[in-house]
């Protein structure tokens, strides 16, 4: 009888310290968070709490801008991944035969660089007058004021590189659960070969594209990190807002709120996503 | 790859495309395939070549020539050395606690059914899927709230707490083909809780925790967006970097992501020669 209590009550020991853990830095500073952003005050005299919700509607209004570009810079850059991937993906599942790890681990290595400087290296490799454009400048194949650091293009192209390993990954798996013998069937029942890939192929891989743009538009959407190395001026994400309100002005309460709303945004979007798709196999898709 | 081309068709698992007009297909694909590899390893390739520019004045722009020079005053920059330190102690130690803790609890959902566990699981996804930058920023409201100052310290609690989960998932995935019959064997041995747990379970299980400790690690060094809002004045490797862009980055960057690199890759094809080795 004793035995079997310890029994029920060994699961909870082994997630107590982790479950605390996420419990106390990452549920309860959310929760701080938000009352954070319903204070006022400064640095200097203090904040008190005034649950004030104007901040909300400021916080809307000042970076509507930089909120809709993110969302639009996060779905180019998605959609750019799922097309750039999907055709890898399927060759490396279908035709690589046993050096499909090999092909993988190739994705993979970009991982083993800093994601910083990666980004970093980009920047040095499209510099205006680097190694690609400076080159094809002293050639005369581009006009001397060619540029494509401070752009869209480029901080759009930094995001769909430093993301697209989480694009083809889940695709790749989804791709490759799929038992052959239903393309066996398929091609028994005289399905010609658009048919087997838009009919069975498509759909049963569907998971891993959901998978997939979790993955890649999430981080994507939120990124600062492509806006401040490739970008300029004109393609500020919430991110840098985020950031420099909180690092540089010390605007605590504004921070906080341009933060929930961007957490809110992407939360509610994703749990409407996975209640819609399960959340079990979005998670498992999404760590596999 | 060679293999592919002359293995017979009837032996080759049926695949979309095969047969005729399916070889020019597969073939651009196959081609398609090696150019997007290209585009992936190509920032790693000037990376590790301009470690070996000798360049002159401020920019690392064009090439100069080969030297060995910035290997040789790898540690010339004491603030980037003392990042670079930084960086690896914090990943060693969150790595240690994370993968203990995430160990854990990975043991817990893939063995045990309970109450409570949909909670867990929800938890876990929530902080894979949240924003980091939502991460670092309420985890810095926290410290501002309790009036902690941020430093070594705060950087270590926000790696831990983003890998937890991670390493969770990574041993719960280990564990979906365990036979938990070995424990009720060694347990009818008379064996205690924790020696099943040291000379059954956890050799068992030891793969997976090695490679949710190297995705920790991993991830702790590459750590950027999380550890910027809970740094303080305390500097990591990519933080150094990132500051370091606008005035334009010292060839020394170069050399050590380059090491750091190749010891990631070695390390990471032995922990696949062990896995590999283990499921023979």
Redesign the interface.
């Known amino acids: 009888m004793r035995r079997r209590r310890a029994g029920?009550l060994?699961?909870?020991f082994?997630?107590l310290?982790?479950?605390l853990?996420?419990?106390i830095?990452?549920?309860?500073?959310?929760a701080?968070?938000l009352?954070?952003s319903l204070q006022t005050g400064n640095v200097v005299d203090g904040f008190t709490q005034t649950f004030d919700f104007g901040v909300y509607a400021d916080a809307i209004t000042t970076y509507e801008t930089q909120f809709i570009r993110s969302l639009i810079f996060g779905l180019i850059a998605t959609v750019t991944t799922i097309l750039?991937a999907y055709?890898?993906a399927?060759?490396?599942a279908?035709?690589?035969?046993?050096?499909k790890?090999n092909?993988l681990?190739?994705?993979?290595?970009?991982?083993?660089?800093?994601?910083?400087?990666?980004t970093?290296?980009?920047?040095?490799?499209l510099?205006d007058?680097?190694?690609l454009l400076?080159n094809l400048k002293d050639a005369g194949l581009l006009p001397a004021d060619f540029h494509v650091l401070a752009t869209s293009f480029a901080v759009v192209a930094g995001l769909t590189?430093n993301f697209?390993?989480f694009m083809l990954l889940p695709i790749y798996v989804a791709l490759e659960r799929i038992d052959?013998?239903l393309?066996?069937a398929a091609?028994d029942l005289y399905a010609n070969?658009r048919g087997?890939?838009t009919r069975?192929?498509l759909p049963l891989s569907m998971p891993g594209v959901f998978a997939g743009f979790?993955l890649t538009f999430?981080?994507a959407?939120?990124?600062?990190?492509n806006a401040?190395?490739l970008g300029g001026t004109n393609t500020t994400m919430i991110?840098n807002i985020?950031?420099t309100t909180?690092?540089t002005n010390a605007d605590?309460p504004l921070?906080?709120a341009v933060?929930f709303i961007?957490?809110a945004v992407?939360?509610i979007g994703?749990f409407v996503y996975?209640r819609l798709l399960g959340?079990?196999d979005v998670?498992?898709m999404?760590?596999? | 790859m060679t293999s592919l081309d002359s293995a017979p068709p009837r032996l080759a698992p049926a695949r979309p495309g095969g047969g005729r007009g399916g070889r020019l297909g597969e073939r651009l694909l196959h081609a398609y395939t090696w150019l997007i590899l290209l585009w992936l390893v190509l920032p790693i390739i000037v990376m590790i070549v301009f470690g070996f520019n000798d360049r002159v004045g401020k920019r690392n722009n064009t090439w100069n020539g080969f030297t060995l020079r910035w290997w040789g005053e790898l540690f010339a920059i004491p603030d980037l050395t003392t990042a670079l330190v930084n960086s690896l102690t914090i990943a060693l130690l969150s790595t240690a606690v994370a993968t203990t803790l995430g160990t854990l609890m990975g043991l817990a959902l893939g063995r045990h059914t309970f109450r409570g566990r949909g909670g867990v699981e929800l938890l876990m996804f929530a902080n894979i899927a949240a924003p980091e930058v939502v991460l670092g920023a309420s985890l810095l409201s926290l410290f501002i709230t309790m009036g902690v100052p941020r430093g070594y310290l705060t950087i270590l609690i926000a790696h831990i707490m983003f890998n937890i989960s991670y390493v969770a998932v990574v041993v719960r995935a280990r564990l979906a083909g365990f036979d938990s019959s070995v424990e009720e064997a060694a347990r009818d041995l008379g064996a205690g809780p924790f020696t099943t747990f040291r000379l059954v379970t956890l050799p068992l299980i030891l793969p997976g925790v090695l490679s949710g400790a190297l995705l920790a690690f991993a991830m702790s060094i590459d750590e950027y967006v999380i550890t910027t809002f809970n740094a303080g004045s305390t500097l990591t490797f990519p933080l150094w970097v990132f500051g370091a862009t606008r005035v334009g980055v010292p060839p020394q960057v170069n050399v050590m992501a380059t090491i750091i690199f190749v010891v990631g890759v070695l390390l990471a094809l032995g922990n696949a020669l062990l896995l590999r080795r283990r499921q023979i």
């Open positions: 029920a060994a699961p909870y082994l997630v310290p982790g479950g853990w996420l419990a830095f990452f549920v309860v500073p959310t701080v968070m009352s954070v750039l055709p890898m399927y060759w490396i279908f035709h690589a035969g046993r050096n790890s092909y681990f190739g994705v993979l290595l970009p991982f083993f660089v800093s994601f910083v400087i990666r970093v290296s980009w920047k040095f490799l510099a007058d680097g190694i400076g590189y697209f390993p052959p013998r393309l066996e091609d070969r087997v890939l069975v192929v979790l999430v981080p959407t939120s990124d600062f990190v401040y190395v991110g985020i950031q909180y690092l605590y921070a906080s933060s961007l957490m992407l939360l994703i996975a959340t079990r998670l498992e999404s760590t596999r």
